[in-house]
């Protein structure tokens, strides 16, 4: 089956600034697909690209086979990261509204979403309330949904919750793309497109992505003096429990750093983490 | 001298923010603190921050002077240039190597650069680095944070991470609140609190190992045993340990953990 929603070599600039460079996407039905990069890489300007609220100035973007339009949007569901509830109207009242303008009828909620119907939204606590704008969205049956960081600030049996409904979705059919920072979430995607500055930079699963990528594991007794004699001497460095991570640098420079101090520590290159990979991504561009 | 809450309660009207919380956070360590959004982290931050009374239990923590604390928003002086918020923090807090230290604080990062700009025109992660760094400022024993990341993208977390890391390398006691748990595993000690309550606290690895019975993956749900997603697989948690037929033992994290923990709390 071919892909919902494709971008083939898409540029957008804003005056002078590129905001995406010839960037390449592809959600097929029944994908979760991560779009991943940092803040100012270029994941929003993707999605109101996709979205058809701007077009393009160079490449071009097709829906369900064609160019984004009113018809495109109405098989798309999408959810903001300020989720694009009413607070002021019932979860009932929010489900009304929202199936009219897609003239659809108000979708069911299901299991214990269905007890909060009649309470007005802003006084739902926030992992209800994502789960409500997650129904809202789904609720037309789209065959494209867009989601914004669609667990944060959500505890653990909430994000169960709300996982279960994305896949649910994806296996009835639907592809999804989840725009995220976390790792939490891109683990749960099938595969994952990175940005950087613009440019998909990597594509592939956590795994993938993150399986080249290496840093420079410090592990010593004196982890302090180690501290301070590589953060005086310039590198990027990190702590995890007791042991510090180096990003960006070889073993044998770090050796040299910590030998010319004093500092006895074992020095070893192991995997990095999904956050230090990014950084690695977001700046051998 | 090791800082902490024992058996700490604090009501807000008849809602109990939190409900029994115990935490100790040595000198040198980094302690998480992770919960959804209204979980009660904000709450603990400020009575070890001494800005809220609580109802019941003992606290312990150093003279205000000698605590470091920033609060969900990025507290800077937004007509001040970077440069001029480390200088004001270093005069209140009489701060001899204020140079030195600012020096240090910014280091490699984007924010050296940035030394001249006004406050107000930096982009979020920069404005939440300079709240940092003029928390750690004049070196307190107590350093507080509340969700410095949240919101922020990981090149920005990564250095808001290694202001934390220098802090506790400086022999600070840090705790840092967070509503990302891949940020407990930096810490020595997580605090996981779900509704005010503590759901699990321990080092990253005591959480792993302290999982009762065995994690499964499989390929589908299972019938009888409490399931999640993971991805396109799924996780079931058998309590007893008992084998689960066509499902393979999963490595735990500590996403798996707190599932766990939640679910054990519902069962309750």
Redesign the interface.
């Known amino acids: 089956m071919s892909a919902f929603a494709v971008a083939r070599g898409v540029t957008r600039r804003f005056g002078k600034v590129l905001a995406l460079r010839e960037a390449h996407l592809s959600v097929g039905p029944g994908e979760?697909v991560g779009l991943v990069?940092?803040?100012?890489?270029g994941k929003t300007t993707l999605i109101r690209v996709l979205l058809g609220l701007i077009s393009p100035t160079a490449g071009a973007v097709s829906l369900f086979g064609t160019s984004p339009s009113i018809a495109t949007r109405a098989r798309i569901g999408y959810v903001p990261q300020g989720l694009g509830l009413h607070p002021d109207l019932t979860v009932a009242e929010n489900l009304a509204f929202v199936a009219a303008a897609y003239r659809a009828r108000s979708p069911r909620l299901a299991g214990d979403l269905a007890s909060f119907r009649d309470r007005r939204v802003a006084d739902l606590?926030?992992?209800v309330q994502r789960r409500v704008a997650f129904a809202l969205a789904a609720g037309h049956q789209p065959e494209l949904l867009i989601l914004d960081e669609p667990t944060?600030?959500?505890?653990?049996?909430?994000r169960?919750q709300l996982?279960?409904g994305i896949?649910r979705a994806a296996d009835a059919g639907a592809g999804v793309l989840v725009s995220t920072?976390?790792?939490?979430e891109a683990?749960?995607?099938?595969r994952l497109v990175a940005l950087a500055a613009g440019r998909v930079v990597a594509q592939g699963t956590v795994q993938e992505i993150v399986g080249a990528a290496r840093v420079v594991r410090v592990r010593s007794d004196r982890?302090?003096d180690a501290?301070?004699g590589l953060?005086?001497a310039?590198?990027?460095?990190?702590?995890?429990?007791?042991s510090?991570r180096v990003?960006q640098a070889s073993a044998d420079a770090v050796r040299a750093a910590l030998a010319s101090a004093g500092i006895p520590a074992q020095i070893d290159e192991v995997p990095a983490?999904?956050?230090?990979a990014?950084?690695l991504l977001?700046s051998d561009r | 001298m090791t800082w902490g809450v024992a058996h700490l309660v604090v009501r807000y009207g008849t809602d109990a923010a939190l409900a029994g919380v115990d935490l100790d956070v040595a000198p040198g360590s980094i302690v998480a603190v992770v919960g959804a959004d209204a979980a009660g982290k904000t709450t603990l931050l400020r009575v070890l921050a001494g800005a809220v009374e609580p109802d019941r239990g003992q606290v312990r923590r150093p003279p205000r002077e000698r605590v470091g604390y920033v609060s969900g928003a990025a507290a800077v002086y937004v007509d001040l240039t970077v440069a001029e918020n480390l200088a004001f923090v270093a005069q209140a807090y009489r701060v001899d190597d204020r140079e030195r230290r600012a020096a240090q604080l910014l280091g490699p990062t984007g924010l050296a650069q940035a030394r001249q700009r006004v406050a107000g025109h930096l982009s979020g992660g920069m404005r939440q680095k300079l709240a940092v760094a003029m928390a750690m400022m004049h070196r307190p024993e107590l350093l507080l944070l509340d969700e410095p990341t949240t919101g922020l993208d990981p090149v920005s977390r990564i250095e808001i991470w290694r202001l934390v890391a220098a802090a506790a390398a400086g022999g600070a006691a840090v705790v840092v609140s967070s509503t990302y748990l891949e940020e407990a595993d930096r810490a020595s000690t997580v605090l996981a609190l779900d509704d005010g309550r503590v759901l699990l606290h321990g080092s990253p690895d005591d959480l792993l190992a302290s999982v009762p019975g065995l994690v499964f993956e499989a390929d589908a749900r299972l019938d009888g045993v409490a399931c999640w997603r993971r991805g396109r697989t799924w996780r079931a948690w058998s309590p007893d340990g008992r084998r689960l037929p066509g499902a393979r033992v999963a490595s735990v994290d500590l996403e798996d953990a707190l599932i766990v923990a939640a679910l054990r709390r519902e069962a309750a």
């Open positions: 979760v990069g940092a803040n100012g890489a606590p926030l992992g944060s600030g959500v505890g653990p049996l909430g169960v996982w279960d896949r920072h976390h790792m939490s683990e749960q995607c099938d982890w302090e501290f301070h953060d005086r310039g590198f990027r460095l990190g702590l995890v429990g007791r510090l990003v983490s999904f956050e230090e990014f950084v977001a």
